[in-house]
C-alpha cells in the first residue's frame, strides 16, 4: 500500500510568488492533516481535513495561505503571496476514522525556499 | 493552547548505551503522546505512543513513562545501536475535542557514537 505522497518536494521561490503544494493521503483516510517545521523548530499543526471539509484551520497563520480538498480526496496548500518567513518544510499526514488514537501517517515533506 | 518542551535538544550516546528524551506538556485535557522518529531524508514515523491511562508502555528497546501529575513523559531506548541516530519528536493531543492536531516538541537529535 502506497503511503502519503506529497509533490514537489523541493520548491525554490522568489519573494511575492505563488506556490501550490499537493499531498495525496492513503487511499481510504478520510482525516487529513498539514504541518510545517521552520528550520530549528517544532512541527507545528496548520489545520486538519476531515473528507472535505475543514475541521480546525486554527494554526493557519494568515490569509495568504489556502488549504483545499476537494472530493475529499487529495489536498492542496496555496501560498500566495509568499514571503521569507513561509520557507521551511511542510508535511501532510492521514489518519483513518472511527478511531480517537488512530495514528497519523506522515509524508516525506515540502521543502519549500523563499528567497 | 497546548505547549510541549522537549530536551534535550541533541544527545550523544555511545554505542549499547541507554538514551532518555523527556518532554512536558502544558494542557491537562491532552490524553494521548506518540512519538516519531525521523531519519536523515526520511518522513516521521511514529514509533510508540502512550494514551493517559496507562502509566508505562514497551515494545522490544523503546519504552516510554507517562506522569500525568507533573505532566510529563520520556523516551528510553535501551542497547542503542547505529539505526537508533534520527531526530525525535515527542508529540501531545486531546482526543475527542475536536481539534485533532498534533502539538510537537522541538526535536532531539540522537546521535550514537561506534
Known amino acids: 500500500e502506497a503511503g502519503v505522497t506529497q509533490f514537489p518536494s523541493h520548491s525554490v521561490i522568489e519573494k511575492g510568488q505563488t506556490v501550490t503544494l499537493r499531498c495525496d493521503p492513503i487511499s481510504g483516510h478520510d482525516n487529513l492533516y498539514w504541518y510545517r517545521r521552520v528550520m530549528g523548530k517544532e512541527i507545528k499543526f496548520l489545520l486538519h481535513?476531515?473528507?472535505?471539509?475543514?475541521?480546525?484551520e486554527s494554526g493557519m497563520p494568515n490569509n495568504r495561505f489556502l488549504a483545499e480538498r476537494t472530493g475529499g480526496t487529495y489536498s492542496t496548500l496555496k501560498v500566495q503571496p509568499a514571503e521569507l518567513e513561509d520557507s521551511g518544510v511542510y508535511f501532510c499526514?492521514?489518519?483513518?476514522?472511527?478511531?480517537?488514537?488512530?495514528?497519523?501517517?506522515f509524508g516525506p515533506g515540502t521543502r519549500l525556499t523563499v528567497l | 493552547g497546548e505547549n510541549v518542551e522537549q530536551h534535550p535538544s541533541t544527545l550523544s550516546v555511545q554505542e549499547g548505551d541507554s538514551a532518555v528524551i523527556k518532554c512536558t506538556y502544558s494542557d491537562s485535557a491532552s490524553n494521548y503522546f506518540p512519538w516519531y522518529k525521523q531519519e536523515l531524508g526520511k518522513r516521521p514515523q511514529l514509533i510508540i505512543d502512550i494514551r493517559s491511562n496507562v502509566g508505562e508502555k514497551k515494545d522490544q528497546r523503546i519504552a516510554v513513562t507517562l506522569n500525568k501529575t507533573a505532566k510529563h513523559f520520556s523516551l528510553h531506548i535501551t542497547e542503542t545501536q547505529p539505526e537508533d541516530s534520527a531526530v525525535y519528536f515527542c508529540a501531545a493531543r486531546e482526543t475527542g475535542g475536536g481539534a485533532d492536531g498534533l502539538t510537537f516538541g522541538k526535536g532531539t537529535h540522537l546521535i550514537i557514537q561506534p
Open positions: 499526514a492521514s489518519s483513518q476514522m472511527g478511531f480517537s488514537y488512530n495514528e497519523q501517517f
Open positions: 481535513f476531515v473528507k472535505e471539509s475543514k475541521q480546525d
